[in-house]
């Protein structure tokens, strides 16, 4: 089976700007999960989708939103890009709860 | 305090010892343990699931859970240097869907 993917792998933005990150799981999972990794907080939970839904929110602010289709692609979007949003996004699937969840390569952020 | 927390290390092991790593958690309600390893500029890679107290053995990596002392550990027998990485303890809760929390992570530095 081909692991999780995820588009495009670097980007640089400025301040100010949105961004788009996309990420398609393996294939049969049906749960997409997002995380942000910095060095200063580690790995921290951002959202999940399950069907198209979402089904879990971490602690991060209304400029931090995500979809998913019904394909079980996910995507995830940043407005108003602040610097402190610099990081390698990373999503993971899982074909159920609480099973594991296999990551894909990340997006590494970059917001100048 | 962190829910979950990890020696930061680094751990430095000679080659072919045993690295002995800990984590530690505090929801009591944690119900889906995991350890990934991580190269730097990498994404995190499973090594072991475990969802039930005792010892799970899978290659050289032996995984222990003891819910009742909220402890996790991984034991890497015959360390390589590849092996060298960060080592990363994720529990979950199955109510909360698919949302791993994470510890920091402990760098293991195997020595040649």
């Known amino acids: 089976k081909a692991g999780v993917t995820q588009t495009p792998r670097y980007l640089i933005k400025t301040r100010g700007q949105q961004v788009t990150l996309s990420c398609s799981p393996i294939?049969?999972?049906?749960?997409v999960s997002w995380y942000q990794q910095t060095p200063g907080q580690g790995l921290q939970f951002l959202f999940e989708?399950?069907?198209?839904?979402?089904?879990n929110k971490g602690n991060f602010p209304g400029r931090f939103s995500g979809r998913q289709f019904s394909n079980s692609r996910s995507e995830m979007n940043v407005s108003t890009l602040e610097l402190g949003d610099s990081a390698l996004y990373l999503c993971?699937?899982?074909?159920?709860?609480?099973?594991?969840?296999?990551f894909g390569p990340g997006t590494r952020l970059t917001v100048l | 305090q962190k829910e979950v927390e990890q020696n930061s290390g680094p751990l430095s092991v000679p080659e072919g010892a045993i690295a002995s790593l800990n984590c530690t958690y505090s929801d009591r309600g944690s119900q889906s343990f995991f350890w990934y390893r991580q190269y730097s500029g990498k994404s995190p890679e499973l090594i072991m699931s475990i969802y039930s107290n005792g010892d799970k053995e899978d290659g050289r990596f032996t995984a222990q859970l003891n819910k009742a002392s909220q402890y996790v550990s991984l034991l890497i027998r015959d360390s390589q240097p590849s092996d060298s990485a960060t080592y990363l303890c994720?529990?979950?809760?199955?109510?909360?869907?698919?949302?791993?929390?994470f510890g920091g992570g402990t760098r293991v530095l195997v020595k040649p």
């Open positions: 294939s049969g999972h049906r749960s």
């Open positions: 994720a529990v979950n809760r199955k109510a909360a869907g698919n949302k791993l929390t």
């Open positions: 993971a699937s899982s074909s159920q709860t609480g099973d594991t969840q296999y």
């Open positions: 989708y399950f069907s198209e839904t979402q089904r």
